[in-house]
């Protein structure tokens, strides 16, 4: 059984940067990838971003292209979402999903 948890969550001022990060654990031998999602107030929830384990590959919405950067780290148990270049479009809530499995999510707020 898979636990994911988003934390690194804020108020951000437009331009500036703020990191997510997604704590897993349970058993994750049988997934190959990792993803941040994003629903922002009366929207659907929308992809942000995957990394693919098994061919360290990574994914992009054109939304956030250029301005964030999906990452694991060095233990492999945790995946960043470097955000830079904040814009108030980026308000959501962020969610971490890896298999059939969800974090609580993580509120981002970007406002001057």
């Known amino acids: 059984h898979l636990q994911l948890v988003e934390s690194g969550g804020g108020l951000a001022q437009p331009g500036g940067p703020l990191r997510l990060s997604c704590a897993v654990s349970g058993y994750t031998l049988d997934y190959n990838g990792i993803a941040w999602f994003r629903q922002a107030p009366g929207k659907d929830r929308e992809g942000v971003s995957c990394l693919s384990i098994t061919e360290n590959s990574t994914y992009y919405a054109d939304s956030v292209k250029g301005r964030f950067t999906i990452s694991r780290g060095n233990t492999k148990t945790t995946v960043f979402l470097q955000m830079n270049s904040l814009k108030p479009e980026d308000t959501a809530v962020y969610f971490c999903?890896?298999?059939?499995?969800w974090g609580q999510g993580t509120q981002v707020t970007v406002s001057s």
């Open positions: 999903h890896m298999g059939d499995s």
